[in-house]
């Protein structure tokens, strides 16, 4: 615990000039605030949340693709992991907490940490998988997902750094859940020899036949 202390005091001393920097974007983006923008982007938000990510990978998975569902499951599956590890590590207090007098939240976020964003990861999760799977929409999903990011920073409940590292955890989730892949369907199709839904067992049933 004390070796995690020191670890935190120094990354904290190393990056004081970053720390800064987040604030002073903060201090920007409080500027443009109205009840126009706050009202869209509160709504844009909570296409984050992970019940309704939770929703969207399930109902993927059901009534479209069940490839696409288990991947997007098991990507944010991961990123949710690493990011609860990351943020008890780290506990970095939310901007509207650490800096009371200067940052107002506009929401109230899950928790009290900051460091990473999981509503930038979750949905930056998301756009990676349907990327991976039909680059046509990808560009939508982009967007939407940038917006997340935004979102989060203009409601005063994250800083930019935890948007970036949120993007960054994505990633790495989204390339986890491609190397887990395939043992994961493979223990389905043990499981399940046959799914009505599923375009890979259709066409592995045709190519059989």
């Given at each position: 615990m004390e070796r995690i202390k020191k670890i935190k005091a120094a990354i904290?001393?190393?990056?004081?000039?970053v720390l800064k920097f987040d604030l002073w974007i903060i201090s920007k983006i409080m500027k443009v605030r109205n009840k126009y923008l706050t009202f869209l982007l509160k709504?844009?938000?909570?296409l984050s949340d992970w019940w309704f990510l939770t929703l969207i990978a399930i109902l993927i998975g059901i009534f479209w693709n069940i490839e696409i569902g288990i991947f997007l499951s098991t990507a944010l599956i991961i990123q949710v992991i690493f990011q609860k590890i990351i943020k008890n590590i780290i506990t970095r207090k939310r901007p509207y907490i650490k800096h009371r007098t200067t940052v107002k939240r506009l929401i109230i976020p899950p928790d009290r940490y900051s460091f990473p964003s999981g509503?930038?990861?979750?949905?930056?999760?998301?756009?990676?998988?349907?990327?991976?799977f039909f680059f046509e929409i990808s560009l939508f999903i982009l967007s939407i997902a940038i917006l997340i990011g935004f979102s989060r920073?203009?409601?005063?409940?994250?800083?930019l750094t935890d948007v970036l590292f949120g993007i960054l955890l994505a990633f790495i989730s989204f390339e986890i859940s491609k190397y887990l892949y395939t043992y994961?369907?493979?223990?389905?199709?043990l499981i399940i020899p046959y799914l009505l839904h599923s375009q890979f067992f259709q066409a592995e049933y045709r190519l059989s036949g």
């Amino acid at each position: 615990m004390e070796r995690i202390k020191k670890i935190k005091a120094a990354i904290s001393n190393k990056f004081s000039t970053v720390l800064k920097f987040d604030l002073w974007i903060i201090s920007k983006i409080m500027k443009v605030r109205n009840k126009y923008l706050t009202f869209l982007l509160k709504n844009i938000s909570r296409l984050s949340d992970w019940w309704f990510l939770t929703l969207i990978a399930i109902l993927i998975g059901i009534f479209w693709n069940i490839e696409i569902g288990i991947f997007l499951s098991t990507a944010l599956i991961i990123q949710v992991i690493f990011q609860k590890i990351i943020k008890n590590i780290i506990t970095r207090k939310r901007p509207y907490i650490k800096h009371r007098t200067t940052v107002k939240r506009l929401i109230i976020p899950p928790d009290r940490y900051s460091f990473p964003s999981g509503h930038t990861a979750g949905a930056f999760v998301t756009f990676f998988v349907v990327n991976n799977f039909f680059f046509e929409i990808s560009l939508f999903i982009l967007s939407i997902a940038i917006l997340i990011g935004f979102s989060r920073i203009y409601l005063g409940v994250h800083y930019l750094t935890d948007v970036l590292f949120g993007i960054l955890l994505a990633f790495i989730s989204f390339e986890i859940s491609k190397y887990l892949y395939t043992y994961i369907f493979n223990l389905i199709k043990l499981i399940i020899p046959y799914l009505l839904h599923s375009q890979f067992f259709q066409a592995e049933y045709r190519l059989s036949g």
